[in-house]
C-alpha cells in the first residue's frame, strides 16, 4: 500500500508520500509514478489500487474552482461527479461498499484539502491532519504529537513540510509497506 499525509494549512497545503510499491511480495521503489501529482490546479494525493489513479493522472478534466465558490459545494456538486464520469469513461467498476479494498484520495484545489474514500464520500478534518494507507496511523501518531509539542497549533509552510516528512519516515520504521524516497508537495490558495 503507501502512506501518505496531509496537511490544511491557513491559505496552504502540504502533502507528503513515500514511494514504495507494494504488490502481492514484491517491492518496486517508483519515483517515476508518484503517489501525489498535480492535475490543473489541483493535487492529488493516491493511496491503493493503480488502476482508478491513473485514470486521474490522465484522463480527469478537474472542475474550475472559482474563489468565491463554497468548497464543500464545489467536492460535492462538481468534483466528485467529475471523477466518476471519468472512472466511467475510463471502464473503471469497483465495489463502493468494499472499505477494504479499492482507494483513497487527498485532493486540494486553492488551498482546500478533502479526503475521498473509495465509496466516494468525501470529509475534511477540523484538525487539518490526514494520514492514510498502512502507514497512515503511525503518520498521523507522529502528527499529533508534533501538534502537541508545538507552541502553535496552525504550522507555517516550512514546518508543515518538515513535519509531513518525518511522519512519513515514522513510517516508513514501522510499516513493512513504505519506504524511501519520500515525495513533498505544496499549494498555495490563489
Not at 51 to 66: C, E, H, S, T, V
Request: charged share 20%; with cysteine; proline share 4%.
Amino acid at each position: 500500500m503507501t502512506t501518505l499525509t496531509g496537511y490544511q494549512g491557513d491559505g496552504f497545503v502540504v502533502l507528503a508520500a513515500d514511494s514504495q510499491i507494494t504488490e502481492d511480495n514484491l517491492i518496486t521503489i517508483s519515483t517515476k509514478t508518484p503517489k501525489i501529482l498535480t492535475r490543473g490546479k489541483y493535487l492529488i494525493g493516491i493511496v491503493g489500487d493503480s488502476r482508478p489513479g491513473d485514470i486521474l493522472a490522465y484522463n480527469w478534466n478537474p472542475p474550475a474552482f472559482k474563489p468565491a465558490d463554497d468548497p464543500v459545494q464545489h467536492m460535492g456538486r462538481k468534483v466528485i461527479p467529475s471523477i466518476v464520469r471519468a472512472f466511467s469513461d475510463g471502464n473503471y467498476t469497483w465495489d463502493r461498499a468494499d472499505k477494504e479494498s479499492g482507494f483513497d484520495y487527498l485532493i486540494a484545489f486553492n488551498g482546500h484539502l478533502f479526503h475521498i474514500a473509495c465509496d466516494m464520500s468525501f470529509i475534511q478534518s477540523d484538525y487539518g491532519m490526514y494520514g492514510l494507507g498502512t502507514g497512515g496511523q503511525f503518520a498521523m501518531g507522529y502528527l499529533w504529537a508534533m501538534k502537541d509539542a508545538t507552541t502553535e497549533y496552525e504550522w507555517d509552510t516550512d514546518s508543515a513540510q518538515m513535519f509531513l516528512t518525518d511522519a512519513v519516515k515514522c513510517a516508513t520504521i514501522f510499516d513493512v509497506n513504505t519506504g524511501l524516497p519520500i515525495q513533498v508537495e505544496l499549494q498555495k490558495r490563489g
